[in-house]
């Protein structure tokens, strides 16, 4: 999952594996929901971040 993806993506390219728009991806790191880095005003998402919360998603939809 996410093998054409570097390591380390940028909000577009996490809206892209997402399937979002850019203004849910900035909502989510905002809210802190998916763990990231910042390098001045560039934020920087870890690709294990993103997979940490698809597992979590994941988690809370099977468990009602």
Same mark, same amino acid.
């Given at each position: 999952m996410f093998k054409?993806? %570097? =390591? +380390? +993506?940028?909000v577009e390219q996490m809206s892209e594996m997402l399937g979002i728009s850019t203004k849910t991806?900035? /909502?989510?790191?905002?809210?802190? /929901?998916?763990?990231?880095f910042m390098i001045g005003?560039?934020? /920087?998402? %870890?690709?294990?971040?993103i997979l940490t919360y698809l597992e979590i998603l =994941?988690?809370?939809n099977s468990n009602p």
């Open positions: 054409n993806y %570097p =390591d +380390v +993506v940028t991806a900035y /909502k989510l790191l905002k809210e802190n /929901k998916i763990k990231h005003r560039i934020y /920087k998402i %870890p690709k294990y971040y =994941d988690q809370k």
